[in-house]
């Protein structure tokens, strides 16, 4: 008899497409609010239950303008529109939009949590900007597993860092290539085994460079590295864009400081900041 394998994890629900408009589109806040939440994805068509998703953000930047925001993801279980807030403050301002031609496609961030099958998501846009410029975001959703026990989905989050105007805990790359300074971000209130990072910038006159972004977990003379040489873009028109970052596992206690240190290839802009989630706990049986 011919053995077909199963897959332990496969694709969901999706709208990524191959557009200049992908996903749905969120009105960020101003001045510092939240927006309101959008709903992504109809908890109708989330058939099996999720354990990773991944986000692709398009659009949002306006040129000679500083657009920091940071995203929230909310579920409602019920498929409704009461959400609950699962993840908040992931640094995502500025964003290019996506350009097959050119070869710009936004931001993309990768998130191992568990979602309930028949439940609705959605995302809302916290923006310092006193207008808030429209972005866009498409989800890609994976579970379905028959094998729930080999997978980490996380049943909880944390985001480490300092909030204030929109931004995370403030840090400044290297010069040319040089690692900069390894920068607190925050220390963790819960055991956590997986980070993800997110840089933003405020800056409305922005130079063409990259840079390399990585964190770590230790104290102020020895660290250990989460998530190493994460690529970010900056263009002359004031967006930024990168693919996702890798994600950092490590298991890790309550109280354990979290560090980012970053590199520019040329003489960085000033306004960066940094948040970090935090993923804990397994939230499925």
Partial sequence: ????????????????????????SVTPGTSGAEGTYTEIVDGALVTEDVYFMRIWQSAGFVSTAAKPQLMDIGVDEAAGTSYTTIVNNISCGNCGAASFTSERFGRFYDLPIFIKAGSSIAIRVQGQHATGTATRF???LIGGT????????????????????????????????????????GTTVAQLWGFLPSVDISDAGMTALGYIVDIAYGDASNKVLLSENNPVYTASTEYVTHPAMQLGYADVPAG???YVRGTCSGTPDT???????GFGGIGHS
């Fill in 146 to 185: 028959h094998q729930p026990h080999f997978i980490r989905a996380a049943a909880f989050t944390e985001t480490i860092g300092t909030i204030a105007s929109s931004q995370g805990t403030a840090f400044t790359p290297g010069t040319s290539s040089a690692e900069g300074t390894w920068t607190l971000v």
């Fill in 271 to 277: 306004g960066w900041s940094c948040t970090v989630v």
């Fill in 256 to 258: 354990t400081n979290i």
């Fill in 1 to 24: 008899m011919l053995y077909v394998p199963v897959p332990s994890l496969w694709p969901v629900w999706n709208n990524w497409t191959a557009s200049a408009t992908p996903g749905v």
């Fill in 138 to 140: 498409a989800i890609k």
